[in-house]
């Protein structure tokens, strides 16, 4: 989903995005990651974060 790659690539530290819409799983690899900005940044492409 390129909307939630779009977003969460621009959170400082992240080096690599993918989405699987079907499993609902966003997998995030970089360094020194904030959560709250990645779940900010999820939410800011219009879905919710579970977990």
Known sequence: MTAISGEVRQVPG????????????????GENL???ALRAAIDEAGYDVAG
């Not at 080096?15 to 699987?20: K, L, N």
Request: charged share 35%; glycine share 0%.
């Open 34 to 36: 904030d959560d709250a």
């Open 14 to 29: 992240v080096s690599d995005v993918a989405v699987d819409v079907d499993a609902k799983l966003v997998t995030v690899r």
